[in-house]
């Protein structure tokens, strides 16, 4: 922790107050966001579509993070500067990806095609809330991470298939697949078929 506290320009026991342990460093606070975000999407808005409740989510996200933006920014510094600290962070964006998928996917099975489409839509949106995050939290403390989160979700539109989006409209916000799994797995297998 010594190292950890160096990193972050901060005491050892600062450092020990904002994070018992390395892991606590790492993991601690993406636990708090993806508990946010599932509270976030747990109840669908009224004729709302799940690209919009996905949004609404990452936008509660990138709030919390800007609430917490002096231990974020610190944690970030240490995650940079501590490169055995990266590899146990696939970890959680493993469980953000399943998180992601199970909230894409409709009830009703998917074909290999739809699997892999609803799949690059979640590695895209892992991907840009990682790098949003890490970006972030180097930069200048004046950058507003909601501002930045909406931007990237805006580039992110286009790639968003109009079958889902006729689906959720049909479905009138009730989409929760029973087996979230199952389409994971398709889109898992299919992936190490290629």
Known sequence: MDDVAAAAGVSRRTAYRHFP??????FEQPRRWLGAFDREVATPVP?????????RGLLAVAALIRANADSVRAAYRV???????RGANGRLQDEWFERLVELLTPSRRLGATQSLQLATVAGALVGTTTMLVAVWS????????????????DQLDPIWPDWQMRLQHLSNGGMRNPN???????????????
Not at 21 to 26: A, C, E, G, I, R
């Open 180 to 194: 979230p799994g199952i389409n994971f797995l398709i889109v898992r297998v299919q992936y190490h078929l290629d």
């Open 47 to 55: 004729g709302e579509t799940v690209r919009e409740r996905c949004r």
């Open 138 to 153: 180097t930069a200048p403390p004046a950058g507003d991470i909601v501002a930045s989160t909406t931007a990237a979700l």
């Open 21 to 26: 342990s390395k892991d606590d460093l790492v």
């Open 79 to 85: 995650y940079h500067a501590t490169p055995s600290l």
